[in-house]
């Protein structure tokens, strides 16, 4: 995990602030964003931008005034829309009242952490992970305590005795991300139960990031097109609570538009923390999330299409004899393991310099990741080609 600049201490700042992490993926996106013909597959995102029917949707909102101050919890017609998404994606009754809507995925999560952590509580996170967890942690006052999974020739996989000898008694909260963003390791109904099984012997809560929960390519771990679900095995007393985003399905990343479910007893909470973060989204953007759920089942289809061709096509990496790289089982990234690499970071910026690509450095994700190098294969087919070409040429020189 890469640290944060010291600050002067003259500057009398908060430590919780001032220890955010700085983000490794924005160090080697900021290096290369501005060099021509780059290859841009560092960040978490497609090439797509939003479609014309979800823009429509806001500029209406727009022409209609629909600028002022609105729902904390989001509008409900907003809300109604993310429950009857649930019901068809889970075959089974949501309460509208379980959902809230946020301004983007990363304050779903902040919220979350501010409600279960603070000064002196721990957070378990299984590593390599999406740093902005460590992030959100840290910021929330508690610490993140990263915990290693293991890895075979099948891929991923959490380690639960690792995971309960981690537990001490400051620990709160346990963090399951599935399909996980770096590694593409998708649970198991049966990693699922163990899961929970683990939080309620320890009194603790889960937040669950399923975000990629729809790009699922492993047969054997598909259910009705999506990824198996804690939603599928919890019961309503459960302390769980979800993460979502607009932005992965719908190519809405610069919209920042998310929601929370958690339990509708916590629904004040939830509301004043909105409150005090953003007041509230802004209501044209909420339409444009309608639009997105009623109307965007065809374009998601098309992007999880694009996904599983890349990374059909990333796999050939494995050829090289350079990497190593089982079969990413969902989400839309692979991540690769450079022989003999021992800094990934200098390898990503290398990979600028001398192949024109952008890849996140595995450090970037905790120290379990070094040695790796993410890419985001939700690209045009094209761009993937040309990607894996000049990343096959240049790792030799990369390593030796």
Same mark, same amino acid.
């Given at each position: 995990? !890469?640290?944060?600049?010291?600050?002067? #201490?003259?500057?009398?700042?908060?430590?919780?602030?001032?220890?955010?992490?700085?983000?490794?993926?924005?160090?080697?996106? #900021?290096?290369?964003?501005?060099?021509?013909?780059?290859?841009?597959? =560092?960040?978490?995102?497609?090439?797509?931008?939003?479609?014309? *029917?979800?823009?429509?949707?806001?500029?209406?909102?727009?022409?209609?005034?629909?600028?002022?101050?609105?729902?904390?919890?989001?509008?409900?017609?907003?809300?109604?829309?993310?429950?009857?998404?649930?019901?068809?994606?889970?075959?089974?009754?949501?309460?509208?009242? &379980?959902? *809230?809507?946020?301004?983007?995925?990363?304050?779903?999560?902040?919220?979350?952490?501010?409600?279960?952590?603070?000064?002196?509580?721990?957070?378990?996170?299984?590593?390599?992970? =999406?740093?902005?967890?460590?992030?959100?942690?840290?910021?929330?006052?508690?610490?993140?305590?990263?915990?290693?999974?293991?890895?075979?020739?099948?891929? =991923?996989?959490?380690?639960?005795?690792?995971?309960?000898?981690?537990?001490?008694?400051?620990?709160?909260?346990?963090?399951? !991300?599935?399909? #996980?963003?770096?590694?593409? =390791?998708?649970?198991?109904?049966?990693?699922? &139960?163990?899961?929970?099984?683990?939080?309620?012997?320890?009194?603790?809560?889960?937040?669950?990031?399923?975000?990629?929960?729809?790009?699922?390519?492993?047969?054997?771990?598909?259910?009705?097109?999506?990824?198996?679900?804690?939603?599928?095995?919890?019961?309503?007393?459960?302390?769980?609570?979800?993460?979502?985003?607009?932005?992965?399905?719908?190519?809405?990343?610069?919209?920042?538009?998310?929601?929370?479910?958690?339990?509708?007893?916590?629904?004040?909470?939830?509301?004043?923390?909105?409150?005090?973060?953003?007041?509230?989204?802004?209501?044209?953007?909420?339409?444009?999330?309608?639009?997105?759920?009623?109307?965007?089942?065809? *374009?998601?289809?098309?992007?999880?299409?694009?996904?599983?061709?890349?990374?059909?096509?990333?796999?050939?990496?494995?050829?090289?004899?350079?990497?190593?790289?089982?079969?990413?089982?969902?989400? *839309?990234?692979?991540?690769?393991?450079?022989?003999?690499?021992?800094?990934?970071?200098?390898?990503?910026?290398?990979?600028?310099?001398?192949? !024109?690509?952008?890849?996140?450095?595995?450090?970037?994700?905790?120290?379990?990741?070094?040695?790796?190098?993410?890419?985001?294969?939700?690209?045009?087919?094209?761009?993937?080609?040309?990607?894996?070409?000049?990343?096959?040429?240049?790792?030799?020189?990369?390593?030796?």
């Amino acid at each position: 995990m !890469n640290m944060p600049v010291p600050v002067p #201490s003259a500057l009398n700042l908060r430590p919780e602030a001032e220890q955010a992490p700085t983000s490794g993926i924005v160090d080697v996106f #900021s290096y290369g964003r501005l060099k021509p013909g780059i290859i841009p597959l =560092w960040v978490g995102e497609g090439d797509l931008p939003t479609p014309s *029917f979800i823009c429509e949707a806001a500029a209406q909102s727009l022409a209609k005034g629909e600028t002022f101050y609105t729902y904390q919890r989001g509008i409900p017609e907003l809300r109604q829309a993310i429950a009857g998404y649930h019901e068809r994606v889970y075959g089974k009754a949501f309460d509208p009242e &379980r959902f *809230f809507v946020t301004s983007g995925g990363m304050p779903a999560m902040q919220i979350a952490f501010r409600m279960l952590g603070g000064n002196g509580d721990e957070v378990l996170v299984p590593t390599p992970a =999406w740093p902005n967890f460590a992030g959100a942690i840290t910021i929330a006052g508690a610490r993140p305590v990263g915990v290693p999974m293991t890895i075979d020739a099948e891929g =991923w996989h959490l380690d639960f005795e690792r995971l309960e000898k981690a537990i001490t008694p400051r620990t709160r909260v346990l963090v399951i !991300n599935s399909p #996980s963003n770096p590694t593409g =390791w998708v649970a198991t109904h049966a990693d699922l &139960r163990t899961a929970l099984d683990l939080a309620r012997r320890h009194g603790l809560w889960i937040v669950a990031d399923e975000i990629y929960g729809r790009f699922v390519h492993d047969p054997a771990l598909t259910i009705d097109g999506r990824t198996p679900s804690f939603r599928d095995v919890m019961e309503p007393e459960d302390k769980v609570i979800f993460v979502q985003t607009f932005s992965k399905n719908w190519a809405m990343t610069g919209w920042r538009l998310g929601w929370l479910e958690a339990p509708s007893s916590l629904g004040q909470v939830i509301e004043n923390l909105v409150q005090y973060q953003t007041s509230g989204t802004p209501v044209f953007i909420q339409r444009a999330g309608v639009a997105a759920i009623e109307q965007g089942e065809d *374009f998601l289809a098309d992007q999880i299409a694009k996904a599983r061709h890349g990374r059909e096509v990333v796999g050939r990496l494995a050829e090289t004899g350079l990497v190593e790289l089982p079969p990413p089982s969902g989400a *839309f990234y692979a991540f690769l393991k450079i022989k003999g690499a021992t800094d990934s970071k200098d390898i990503a910026f290398r990979l600028i310099d001398e192949a !024109n690509v952008g890849l996140a450095p595995g450090s970037a994700f905790g120290e379990a990741g070094e040695g790796y190098l993410r890419l985001c294969y939700l690209r045009k087919p094209e761009d993937v080609e040309e990607a894996v070409r000049r990343i096959s040429e240049a790792l030799p020189r990369l390593v030796a």
